[in-house]
């Protein structure tokens, strides 16, 4: 009967905290919210998680002498996992920072992620990644991680273009073409929108600045190259 009780006890608590895991990703799907709201999530499972195995203790062994040394031990079992958790991060920041010679704007490649560093936290490197994405990534994660130097002529922040194109269309289709051409193009980053603004019309033409985003100078000039080939 106590088995019964207790495999009960803890399917209910299984099915709360995923029932809150389902509602609150779909909440999150609605705002957007959902990488700062799954911290809340997995912390209220890792209570209940506990919670459940103290009560066990408490449910079977708890009339027995030894049960305060039991209990006094797992407390301390949950303080060392719960204390290297915290500091494996400050730990791996520090030996991270010791073996790489990196500096903020520094683009980096690894096996997971590429992007620009932006910020040295002290348990996460944010990253800018190609995308236009921002990744904040445990220095545990990448410690043993070959890290990529991206050289400084390789490297990109945006890229103005002077496209001259034929008036087959108006300035401002035109201009909506060229958006649209870039935003949906694999080199341009989804974050930063491109700029563009009209300059001069011609009797034959229309002259176009236009900025592009992108961390990597290849793909500015994969850019380029796209635009003026369709364009001009």
């Not at 904040?136 to 890229?159: G, Q």
């Amino acid at each position: 009967m106590n088995l019964i009780i207790l495999i009960l006890v803890g399917i209910g608590l299984f099915l709360v905290s995923k029932l809150l895991e389902i509602l609150l990703r779909k909440f999150s799907y609605i705002t957007r919210k959902w990488k700062s709201t799954k911290h809340f999530v997995y912390i209220t499972q890792f209570i209940l998680l506990v919670g459940y195995l103290f009560w066990v203790f408490n449910y079977t062994m708890g009339s027995k002498s030894f049960y305060p040394y039991l209990n006094f031990t797992l407390i301390l079992i949950l303080a060392f996992f719960i204390s290297w958790f915290l500091i494996k991060d400050y730990i791996a920041g520090f030996i991270f920072r010791l073996q790489n010679d990196l500096k903020l704007d520094q683009v980096i490649q690894t096996d997971e992620i590429s992007g620009k560093i932006i910020r040295f936290g002290n348990t996460f490197l944010k990253v800018e990644t190609i995308a236009g994405d921002i990744a904040m990534i445990p220095y545990s994660r990448i410690s043993n991680r070959i890290i990529t130097k991206v050289s400084k002529s390789e490297s990109a922040d945006h890229l103005k273009i002077m496209l001259k194109t034929k008036k087959q269309l108006s300035k401002e289709e035109i201009s909506r073409e060229i958006r649209i051409f870039i935003l949906n193009s694999p080199w341009s980053s989804f974050k930063k929108p491109p700029g563009i603004s009209f300059k001069e019309e011609t009797p034959k033409n229309y002259l176009f600045e236009i900025t592009v985003h992108s961390i990597l100078k290849k793909h500015t000039n994969y850019l380029e190259e796209g635009l003026r080939e369709k364009f001009e």
